[in-house]
């Protein structure tokens, strides 16, 4: 099962309602860490994957955004708008900021909402699992895999669920980016690492970045699955040829779609021919650019579909055999 990770930024909130039914068929799980103080874009979200059937995690305790201090907002919405439906659960933060007696504490008040346990840099691993104690086997966890080694892990071995995290995306200037660079194996190697699930933070990457500055140059990320090495995730980085003003974005996509069709058109990419990718042959066809925000939004897209369709195949599990 996989669990893509989405901070509650307005274009990832879309590519989660655009991408719900296909989300939901899958049986994949969106993780969402609200990180706007309005919730009303993610009460819509919510809504649209109640619709279709699909589930999600909502994070009712951020570390990053305007929900930091205070998360009781995202915890009063889940309540009372969500807490009959069994499709969205809470998920509790557990960063290194928050001990064990505080973690217990949130626990316990979401209880009514079946939360998971979401670890990110938490130090008391140990002092939990033992407060659990045979209430252990009941709970969830997601593991994100940097802060998480193995020793680490196997204090909540017995648990109900374990999902490991892993962040594939390296995150660079625009300019810095190569070509293609090797992206994730988790898909194929997840129950190696005695997890039921897998995730990832899509083409976005773990570091939380506020807005952004000029663009001296516009990157396309597309992820992709390799048969030619063990069905391995790799991305490609599609980079402006301008790269030294912060003028012109509009021009620079146009030079970064030019790239990413070429290798299109060469029959040799290995990238799936999904919803997001038609729409760039669309852009390129009319020479329209969309906006940034939109960019990363087919990107995103590209990426749950590519996981779907691969993990959607009668022999997934048995291609690296």
Same mark, same amino acid.
């Given at each position: 099962?996989?669990?893509?990770?989405?901070?509650?930024?307005?274009?990832?909130?879309? !590519?989660?309602?655009?991408?719900?039914?296909?989300?939901?068929? /899958? /049986?994949?799980?969106?993780?969402?860490?609200?990180?706007?103080? !309005?919730?009303?874009?993610?009460?819509?979200?919510?809504?649209?994957?109640?619709?279709?059937?699909?589930?999600?995690?909502?994070?009712?305790?951020?570390?990053?955004?305007?929900?930091?201090?205070?998360?009781?907002?995202?915890?009063?919405?889940?309540?009372?708008?969500?807490?009959?439906?069994?499709?969205?659960?809470?998920?509790?933060?557990?960063?290194?900021?928050?001990?064990?007696?505080?973690?217990?504490?949130? &626990?316990?008040?979401?209880?009514?909402?079946?939360?998971?346990?979401?670890?990110?840099?938490?130090?008391?691993?140990?002092?939990?699992?033992?407060?659990?104690?045979?209430?252990?086997?009941?709970?969830?966890?997601?593991?994100?895999?940097?802060?998480?080694?193995?020793?680490?892990?196997?204090?909540?071995?017995?648990?109900?669920?374990?999902?490991?995290?892993?962040?594939?995306?390296?995150?660079?200037?625009?300019?810095?980016?190569?070509?293609?660079?090797?992206?994730?194996?988790?898909?194929?190697? &997840?129950?190696?690492?005695?997890?039921?699930?897998?995730?990832?933070?899509?083409?976005?990457?773990?570091?939380?970045?506020?807005?952004?500055?000029?663009?001296? !140059?516009?990157?396309?990320?597309?992820?992709?699955?390799?048969?030619?090495?063990?069905?391995?995730?790799?991305?490609?980085?599609?980079?402006?040829?301008?790269?030294?003003?912060?003028?012109?974005?509009?021009?620079?996509?146009?030079?970064?779609?030019? =790239?990413?069709?070429?290798?299109?058109?060469?029959?040799? /990419?290995?990238?799936?021919?999904?919803?997001?990718?038609?729409?760039?042959?669309?852009?390129?066809? =009319?020479?329209?650019?969309?906006?940034?925000?939109?960019?990363?939004?087919?990107?995103?897209?590209?990426?749950?579909?590519?996981?779907?369709?691969?993990?959607?195949?009668?022999?997934?599990? !048995?291609?690296?055999?």
């Amino acid at each position: 099962m996989y669990f893509p990770y989405f901070r509650g930024k307005q274009f990832e909130l879309i !590519a989660i309602r655009e991408t719900a039914r296909l989300l939901a068929e /899958s /049986s994949f799980v969106p993780i969402i860490e609200p990180v706007r103080e !309005a919730l009303k874009g993610l009460e819509r979200t919510l809504t649209e994957i109640c619709k279709v059937n699909g589930n999600a995690i909502v994070i009712v305790n951020p570390f990053h955004g305007d929900h930091a201090e205070d998360g009781d907002s995202i915890s009063a919405l889940l309540k009372e708008g969500f807490c009959d439906s069994e499709s969205i659960t809470a998920g509790i933060l557990l960063h290194k900021e928050i001990d064990a007696n505080a973690a217990v504490e949130c &626990y316990e008040k979401h209880r009514g909402l079946q939360p998971t346990f979401i670890h990110a840099g938490f130090t008391e691993a140990k002092a939990l699992a033992a407060m659990l104690g045979q209430a252990l086997a009941e709970t969830r966890h997601v593991f994100f895999e940097k802060s998480c080694q193995k020793l680490y892990r196997r204090y909540f071995k017995g648990a109900a669920m374990r999902v490991l995290l892993r962040d594939g995306f390296e995150r660079r200037r625009n300019a810095d980016y190569p070509l293609v660079e090797a992206f994730s194996d988790l898909h194929v190697t &997840y129950e190696e690492e005695d997890m039921n699930g897998f995730g990832d933070f899509l083409i976005v990457g773990d570091d939380f970045v506020e807005g952004g500055g000029p663009a001296y !140059a516009v990157a396309i990320h597309l992820t992709f699955i390799d048969p030619d090495q063990d069905n391995v995730m790799n991305v490609y980085h599609f980079v402006s040829t301008t790269k030294d003003t912060p003028t012109d974005p509009a021009g620079k996509f146009a030079q970064a779609l030019g =790239k990413l069709i070429r290798v299109l058109d060469s029959g040799r /990419s290995h990238l799936f021919d999904s919803s997001a990718i038609k729409e760039f042959r669309e852009l390129h066809d =009319k020479g329209h650019f969309p906006g940034l925000g939109y960019v990363k939004k087919l990107s995103m897209k590209h990426h749950v579909e590519t996981l779907a369709d691969f993990l959607a195949r009668p022999n997934a599990k !048995a291609l690296l055999l």
